[in-house]
């Protein structure tokens, strides 16, 4: 028996689409770095790129648990003493919901090469329409 390796130019990409307010963030992001990094299929193979699209609606009314909205805190240093910034997630939420769900799943993938050419095939929308019609995109339940 061999273990089958899988080439580049075999890879298949699908597109999926996924709606925000279905689960909790951090179980959201758990499902959309397993698409990303192509974990679900069985060609997968760790040092191949094989991934799919994930296409994100209904990013604003993003779901937590608990009192994560007010207490769960996001940092960014600017690299000059005393400006450390950090936002709660309300704020960030309100002003890019984007972002809640980039950074929640950039820390669900692995620390390597090919992190971030799988964040690029990772597409958020704040509302319920999205651009990617055109694609065809399975719903993921």
Known sequence: ??????????????????DASTMPLG???????DKLMGKSKVTYTPHI????????T?????????????DKKYYRHSGYAGNLKELRLEEVVEKDPSRAITEAVKGMMPKNKLAADRLKRLRVFAGEEH???AQNPKEIK
């Open 27 to 33: 179980k959201l992001a758990v499902v959309i770095a």
């Open 58 to 70: 209904n990013a604003k009314n993003l779901v937590v648990t608990g009192n994560k909205m007010v």
């Open 49 to 56: 790129d094989n991934g799919d699209y994930v296409v994100v």
């Open 131 to 133: 651009t990617h019609t």
């Open 1 to 18: 028996m061999k273990t089958y390796a899988q080439k580049t130019a075999e890879i298949k990409r699908e597109w999926w689409v996924i």
